[in-house]
């Protein structure tokens, strides 16, 4: 099927936009062309012809000839305004600006009815990984139980190399340098961005549109060498994953670090890749594993969304329009390993239940189940972190727990 032919302007030309002036170079796509960059500094050297560059939205939002702004900034205020007013302006969207979309989701969903013009973003959820029409397409009549994985290539990309004896300062640096990085890096090693794509993953497989911050999440931060030589005790890794799955009418959803055991799928995904897992009761458990950050990588996604709209394609949000009565649930319970390194006494009245504890002069530790709400206020009161323990030590768990309520 060939498409139309599409003019673009284009936001930003830093590591993800400059990545798309290049694969759109090399690619054998030919159903657009770039007009016009805007870019934020006009002094700073760039690998295209300098009268490709402006510094001035309005002339790309206000250029009729150009179709489709290409949002590729890493200011998400500024990159509201300039949605916004493109989509307002007639012109289609395609954007990897997942801390926008996440922030903003039911507004702009709004507006692309009240517009008719289009949003898409399949670089705003791991990158490569073409999870996001998937969800909308091929997983359409699926009864999906779970969308779980890693989500965020930086915080993977530390840990990765925390275990190969780097540091997490020299971790973060080179993950900068290498452009996975958020310009600012909290969003990464908090748990932010993962949580921002799961967000999104959210409303694209089960209906539901949250606001971030009713999302829990924990990032990255305290986890502890302590806590790693723990792992590698018990043959598991420390992954950060975002998770959110059904249970009959409830979705539930959470960010936080996790051990992961050897046979789960996210167990090798190394570095800067992502991992998703997608189960459903008739596809059943699926994979997808793909770079999650970097330049060629994400615009790879954006390229991909450039070419959806050529033959007309948008979101319908099926199962926003399908699944009313789900009931989005945040306070619930998981089973973790909430650890410190003094001699404080055990948070144990926080927890549901215990199954393990541990204390040294260095080190002390506590396993069990504990409500999120008050996981979160553990790790505000004190140095606490906190690591989800893996699906099979909590099936494990829950069968003990089910075999004593049988008895
Ligand atoms: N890097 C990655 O691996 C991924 C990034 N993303 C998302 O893609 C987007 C871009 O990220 P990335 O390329 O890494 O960011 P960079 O920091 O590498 O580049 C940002 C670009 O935005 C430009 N810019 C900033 N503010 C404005 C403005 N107000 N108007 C016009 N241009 C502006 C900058 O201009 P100048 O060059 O003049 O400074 C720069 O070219 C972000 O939303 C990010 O979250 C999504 C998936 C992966
Ligand atoms: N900072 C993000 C970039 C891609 O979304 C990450 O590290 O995953």
Same mark, same amino acid.
């Given at each position: 099927?060939?498409?139309?032919?599409?003019?673009?302007?284009?936001?930003?030309?830093?590591?993800? $936009?400059?990545?798309?002036?290049?694969?759109?170079?090399?690619?054998?796509? +030919? $159903?657009?062309?770039?007009?016009?960059?805007?870019?934020?500094?006009?002094?700073?050297?760039?690998?295209?012809?300098?009268?490709?560059?402006?510094?001035?939205?309005? &002339?790309?939002?206000?250029?009729?000839?150009?179709?489709?702004?290409?949002?590729?900034?890493?200011?998400?205020?500024?990159?509201?305004?300039?949605?916004?007013?493109?989509?307002? #302006?007639?012109?289609?969207?395609?954007?990897?600006?997942? +801390?926008?979309?996440?922030? !903003?989701?039911?507004?702009?969903?709004?507006?692309?009815?009240?517009?008719?013009?289009?949003?898409?973003?399949?670089?705003?959820?791991?990158?490569?990984?073409?999870?996001?029409?998937?969800?909308?397409? /091929?997983?359409?009549?699926?009864?999906?139980?779970?969308?779980?994985?890693?989500?965020?290539?930086?915080?993977?990309?530390?840990?990765?190399?925390?275990?190969?004896?780097?540091?997490?300062?020299?971790?973060?640096?080179?993950?900068?340098?290498?452009?996975?990085?958020?310009?600012?890096?909290?969003?990464?090693?908090?748990?932010?961005?993962?949580?921002? +794509?799961?967000?999104?993953?959210?409303? !694209?497989?089960?209906?539901?549109?949250?606001?971030?911050?009713?999302?829990?999440?924990?990032?990255?931060?305290?986890?502890?060498?302590?806590?790693?030589?723990?792992?590698?005790?018990?043959?598991?890794?420390?992954?950060?994953?975002?998770?959110?799955?059904?249970?009959?009418?409830?979705?539930?959803?959470?960010?936080?670090?996790?051990?992961?055991?050897? &046979?789960?799928?996210?167990?090798?995904?190394?570095?800067?890749?992502?991992?998703?897992?997608?189960?459903?009761?008739?596809?059943?458990?699926?994979?997808?594993?793909?770079?999650?950050?970097?330049?060629?990588?994400?615009?790879?996604?954006?390229?991909?969304?450039?070419?959806?709209?050529? /033959?007309?394609?948008?979101?319908?949000?099926?199962?926003?329009?399908?699944?009313?009565?789900?009931?989005?649930?945040?306070?619930?319970?998981?089973?973790?390993?909430?650890?410190?390194?003094?001699?404080?006494?055990?948070?144990? /009245?926080?927890? &549901?239940?215990?199954?393990?504890?541990?204390?040294?002069?260095?080190?002390?530790?506590?396993?069990?189940?504990?409500?999120?709400?008050?996981?979160?206020?553990?790790?505000?009161?004190?140095?606490?972190?906190?690591?989800?323990?893996?699906?099979?030590?909590?099936?494990?768990?829950?069968?003990? #727990? #089910?075999?004593?309520?049988?008895?």
């Amino acid at each position: 099927m060939s498409g139309k032919s599409l003019t673009l302007g284009v936001f930003g030309f830093g590591c993800v $936009g400059s990545g798309l002036y290049e694969t759109l170079r090399q690619s054998n796509f +030919k $159903g657009a062309n770039i007009k016009r960059f805007c870019i934020a500094n006009p002094d700073k050297e760039r690998s295209a012809p300098n009268a490709l560059f402006t510094t001035e939205a309005d &002339e790309l939002l206000n250029d009729p000839e150009i179709d489709v702004i290409v949002e590729l900034i890493d200011n998400s205020e500024a990159a509201y305004q300039i949605v916004t007013k493109a989509l307002r #302006n007639g012109k289609a969207v395609v954007t990897a600006n997942k +801390k926008l979309l996440a922030e !903003h989701l039911q507004e702009l969903i709004a507006l692309q009815d009240e517009t008719g013009q289009p949003i898409l973003y399949e670089g705003a959820a791991a990158a490569s990984i073409p999870i996001i029409r998937n969800l909308e397409e /091929y997983y359409d009549n699926d009864l999906l139980r779970e969308v779980s994985g890693i989500l965020n290539g930086s915080t993977n990309f530390i840990l990765s190399a925390i275990e190969d004896g780097g540091t997490f300062d020299a971790a973060l640096e080179l993950a900068q340098k290498l452009g996975f990085a958020e310009s600012d890096p909290t969003l990464d090693v908090d748990g932010w961005d993962a949580k921002f +794509k799961l967000t999104i993953l959210l409303a !694209h497989a089960f209906g539901i549109v949250v606001e971030p911050s009713d999302i829990p999440h924990v990032g990255i931060t305290r986890i502890s060498p302590q806590v790693q030589r723990i792992a590698n005790e018990r043959r598991e890794r420390v992954k950060l994953v975002g998770k959110c799955w059904r249970e009959d009418k409830k979705v539930f959803a959470h960010v936080i670090p996790t051990f992961v055991t050897q &046979e789960d799928e996210l167990n090798q995904v190394e570095n800067e890749v992502n991992g998703v897992v997608v189960e459903g009761a008739f596809s059943q458990r699926q994979f997808f594993r793909g770079k999650g950050a970097g330049s060629f990588p994400t615009a790879a996604a954006v390229l991909s969304d450039i070419s959806a709209l050529t /033959y007309d394609y948008r979101y319908e949000y099926k199962k926003l329009n399908r699944e009313k009565d789900f009931e989005f649930v945040n306070d619930h319970s998981i089973w973790v390993h909430v650890s410190g390194n003094n001699r404080d006494v055990l948070p144990l /009245y926080a927890f &549901e239940e215990v199954v393990n504890t541990f204390r040294s002069p260095e080190h002390s530790y506590v396993e069990g189940r504990i409500g999120l709400r008050n996981l979160i206020n553990l790790s505000k009161e004190g140095n606490w972190s906190a690591v989800a323990l893996s699906s099979a030590a909590v099936s494990q768990f829950e069968k003990q #727990n #089910n075999l004593e309520l049988a008895n």
